[in-house]
């Protein structure tokens, strides 16, 4: 994987971001941000992160609109909340995917508008999916 073995005094890695191959799914452009938010992240700090999740689904069930699709969304979440409470014990640059597409998730402005386009959910599905399958958890993955 791509983090290193070197961690500070937090116990989270310093290493360069993990690598996942993203170029079937997303553009350059959205390829850069994902990966820009794959930061190390404490085991804690996963597991606190699933309360923003609920807190953006209350934000998109509030503010949708007639092309918001709210059940992938919904989906999104709950694939999110199942693989956080597996209690899994994830390395490192697994957890720092895991952020990085949790925040992917929380964008509204990503490859394609989530709350605008009827498949503006679709991208942060393939972005799931593609860490569902980079940490080897197939079973929390959604079919678009």
């Not at 804690?44 to 934000?59: G, K, M, P, Q, Y």
Request: charged share 30%; proline share 4%; hydrophobic share 40%.
């Amino acid at each position: 994987m791509g983090a290193t073995d070197h961690t500070d005094d937090s116990g989270l890695d310093d290493g360069p971001s993990p690598s996942i191959d993203l170029d079937d799914l997303l553009h350059p452009e959205e390829q850069r941000r994902f990966r820009a938010l794959c930061l190390p992240t404490s085991s804690f700090e996963l597991a606190e992160s699933i309360e923003t999740v609920r807190l953006h689904i209350d934000h998109v069930r509030t503010h949708a609109n007639a092309s918001t699709d709210v059940d992938m969304a919904e989906r999104i979440a709950s694939s999110f909340e199942a693989l956080l409470d597996a209690e899994i014990g994830f390395a490192d640059d697994e957890r720092a995917l895991i952020r990085g597409a949790i925040e992917y998730f929380l964008l509204d402005d990503d490859a394609d508008g989530d709350m605008a386009d009827p498949l503006g959910f679709d991208d942060d599905v393939r972005v799931l999916n593609s860490v569902l399958d980079r940490i080897n958890q197939p079973g929390f993955k959604i079919e678009l």
